[in-house]
């Protein structure tokens, strides 16, 4: 009989700013990892670890993260893996270790992860003590290799490598399609945050419980200052937090076996990874996520579920166009009543780097235990619209389990779309199809950036030839859609784009 995957052990734990002496991430592990364990029940569960997968950590580092957790925790793995930096990572773990649990590859994995950035960067400010383990790079991340991250050398040379910059980028894009007004738009996003902010403010483990009205979050002020057109600081990831969470998966046959109470058995209904188009760049459009839309589909599939049978989401929420794109790969509407997430999102509850989403898994967990949901669904973005993991959850396992499936001829099709290398030196007419406006530390707008497709259809990025008070123009007034022409100035070492009216 093919095993069938089963979530046994759940834990999260969030170190808050009054903490006397604050943890570092791995000790934060440790005390997840234990909690975890603990939760599971039976001290036989430990002699069954044969798997430690830990996400990759931002606010410090450890030669060998794994190894170091399970010394720690006294296992003895045969397989450690140390991910790359992607906030798809804990569904990904969660899609993985379900397919090696059913193929009778693994018997039991335990996946952890943490961050300490608010403690690390008090200390940079002389704020906190740390007496911590000395940082080592890391020996090695995910297969050894080193990872794209995600951009190539014309949108780094335009700063598209900051997330904020990018999710922005694909915000107008997103506008634009809704035909909305810039100012209407706003109102829009400040009502989908303001349904985060309430779940956060109920939840003990949230970073930020103080609920915000939709007004709070869409308009900027003192608190609230924009972080790039059309975001404000309350609509964007909050990464300065300590947080740690930790998972435990088996078999329905060894949780029996090992006498663990099938009132904490949690089932992976389903799940799918893939992956769009490596550069914004050389996708065909900005507003839509084909990885997000397949994994979905394929993850319903295999539950035996339909969407409305899901009482419950966590939309990966780093930036507002994430959740858009979300609710338009599941063909949601904005108003639906069932909760778009289980945790507060990361502006909120708080954005640990790579390991926001096993806070969504574990309090998924706890929902489902107590009975308030039957099944939820969780969407993991890494990258800029990247990489996408998605996962079902219920009381029961579904009738499909979790056999071999080839995904790749549905990858194949999503990267068969990939257009031609941009133009890094452009001249002659371009449509806009998204563009940025950056504020200086005033608050006044300062830098444009448009991207756009040129008459030979590859795509290119410039700046926005344009003065304080047209850049505050274009804040005010949709620019995408629109024409002008872009030339390559030598002197600046960049495409210029100058909009027609």
């Keep these: 009989m093919t095993p069938i995957p089963v979530i046994v052990g759940a834990t999260q734990c969030t170190q808050f700013p009054d903490t006397e002496t604050p943890m570092d991430p791995m000790g934060l592990m440790t005390k997840t990892g234990t909690m975890a364990l603990e939760d ?6 430990r002699n069954c670890v ?49 397919r090696r649990i059913a193929s009778g590859e693994s018997r039991v994995v335990l996946m952890a992860g943490a961050e300490s950035q608010y403690t690390v960067k008090q200390s940079y400010k002389g704020q906190a003590k740390t007496d911590w383990p000395i940082r080592e790079n890391p020996e090695i991340v995910g297969d050894g290799t ?49 349904k985060f902010s309430r779940v956060a403010a109920n939840n003990p483990f949230a970073w930020n419980r103080t609920a915000c009205s939709a007004r709070e979050i869409s308009l900027p002020g003192p608190y609230n200052p924009v972080a790039c057109h059309p975001y404000t600081r309350r609509m964007c990831a909050n990464m300065n937090v300590d947080m740690s969470a930790a998972l435990v998966m088996t078999s329905e046959e060894i949780a029996r076996d090992l006498g663990i109470d099938p009132s904490k058995w949690v089932y992976p209904m389903g799940g799918a990874d893939l992956n769009n188009i490596m550069y914004v760049t050389q996708r065909p459009r900005l507003d839509n996520s084909p990885a997000l839309e397949h994994c979905v589909r394929l993850a319903l599939e295999q539950a035996g579920l339909d969407l409305s049978q899901i009482q419950a989401f966590d939309l990966y929420s780093c930036f507002p166009s994430m959740v858009e794109m979300a609710l338009s790969s ?5 108003d639906d009543p069932r909760p778009f997430t289980v945790t507060g999102g990361l502006p909120f509850f708080g954005g640990p780097m790579g390991n926001y989403s096993m806070h969504a898994i574990a309090t998924v967990v706890d929902k489902i235990r107590a009975g308030s949901v039957d099944s939820a669904m969780i969407t993991a973005n890494g990258g800029f619209n990247t990489r996408h993991s998605v996962g079902i959850y219920g009381a029961k396992p579904s009738g499909a389990g979790w056999p071999p499936r080839d995904d790749s001829p549905i990858q194949e099709e999503i990267l068969s779309a990939t257009l031609p290398e941009p133009e890094s030196k452009a001249n002659g007419d371009m449509r806009v199809e998204g563009y940025i406006v950056r504020n200086n530390r005033d608050g006044e707008p300062e830098k444009g950036l448009v991207l756009g497709s040129l008459e030979n259809g590859r795509k290119t990025l410039a700046r926005l030839v344009a003065e304080p008070a047209l850049l505050r123009h274009f804040c005010n007034n949709e620019l995408v859609g629109g024409l002008g022409r872009v030339h390559y100035d030598p002197v600046a070492q960049s495409n210029m784009f100058v909009p027609e009216f």
Aim: glycine share 6%.
């Design 146 to 194: 080193s990872p794209d991250l995600g951009t190539n050398s014309l949108e780094n040379s335009h700063q598209l490598m900051i997330p904020v910059n990018m999710y922005a980028l694909f915000e107008t894009a997103i506008r634009a399609a809704s035909r909305k007004s810039p100012d209407d738009h706003q109102i829009v996003l400040g009502n989908l945050f303001e």
């Design 40 to 45: 599971a029940g039976p001290p036989g569960l």
């Design 50 to 98: 044969d798997c430690v997968w830990v996400s990759n950590i931002l606010s410090w580092g450890y030669k060998d993260a794994p190894g170091m957790l399970s010394r720690n925790l006294d296992l003895k793995p045969s397989h450690t893996h140390y991910a790359t930096m992607s906030g798809h990572t804990p569904q990904w773990f969660v899609n993985q270790a379900a």
């Design 330 to 334: 599941l063909n949601l509407r904005a």
